[in-house]
């Protein structure tokens, strides 16, 4: 589960304080799936890295599982991020000297029995219509391509926690649906939290549940 309870964050600048959240207040529970919509620079990037434990708040509490990430020294934050929260961006950010079936494994680099999930990403990869993509580099795949191997690699350690910025922003109208369509029906939905930041009103249509940030504070749409 995930427990949010009045998170703000302010950032310092030559004029003062600068606030961007203020008393967010979120609980959702695993299989969950909402939409979050807002203008530019309305800090909805910003409360993601926080949820997902990059980036601090400076006042109230966030709660995955029952633990506060923040009161986790260094070392204990990065494996607690690691097994728990996954990323997928607006920008892929796939290693473009590797393959697809290495890139879907980076995050098992600091897991023990590394050899083990090799099927899994084999496996999540078939899902995702990639089995004869396994070999390839990046350059050589589409942009709903590169976002589905994004995607298959936040899920490759069975995250709490998947975290979407702008996950079909550089996408094609098609691609974007297709990228939609396979977050919307992850196999792993029933239990993982899905939180989707997004300008596209369409794809924020297709949640269930959908919120926009105004003024700092997250209100159901």
């Known amino acids: 589960m995930l427990e949010v309870e009045a998170l703000s964050k302010d950032?310092?600048?030559?004029?003062?304080?600068?606030?961007?959240?203020?008393?967010v207040?979120?609980?959702?529970?695993?299989?969950?799936?909402?939409?979050?919509?807002?203008p530019s620079g309305c800090g909805k990037s910003t409360l993601l890295?926080?949820?997902g434990a990059l980036e601090p708040p400076t006042s109230g509490v966030v709660r995955l599982r029952g633990q506060n990430p923040f009161e986790l020294d260094r070392r204990r934050l990065a494996r607690f991020r690691n097994t728990h929260v996954?990323?997928?961006?607006?920008d892929h950010a796939l290693l473009p000297q590797l393959t697809v079936l290495e890139n879907v494994l980076t995050p098992t680099l600091v897991a023990k029995q590394k050899d083990s999930f090799t099927g899994r990403a084999r496996e999540l990869l078939s899902e995702m219509g990639l089995d004869?993509?396994?070999?390839?580099?990046?350059?050589?795949?589409?942009?709903?391509?590169?976002?589905?191997?994004?995607v298959a690699r936040a899920l490759i350690l069975r995250p709490t926690l998947l975290l979407c910025d702008e996950p079909t922003?550089?996408?094609?109208?098609?691609?974007?649906e297709s990228v939609g369509s396979l977050l919307l029906n992850l196999p792993t939905r029933k239990s993982t939290i899905l939180i989707v930041v997004t300008h596209s009103r369409d794809l924020a249509a297709r949640f269930e549940t959908r919120y926009e940030l105004r003024d700092g504070k997250l209100v159901l749409g």
């Not at 950032?11 to 008393?23: A, D, F, V």
């Not at 996954?86 to 607006?90: A, D, N, P």
């Not at 922003?169 to 974007?176: H, I, Q, T």
């Open 11 to 23: 950032y310092e600048t030559p004029r003062g304080p600068l606030s961007i959240l203020s008393s």
């Open 25 to 38: 207040d979120l609980s959702l529970s695993e299989g969950e799936a909402v939409s979050i919509m807002g």
């Open 49 to 51: 890295y926080i949820l």
């Open 86 to 90: 996954g990323f997928v961006f607006q």
């Open 132 to 150: 004869d993509r396994l070999d390839h580099r990046p350059a050589e795949l589409s942009g709903g391509e590169k976002q589905r191997v994004a």
């Open 169 to 176: 922003g550089n996408l094609d109208g098609r691609s974007a």
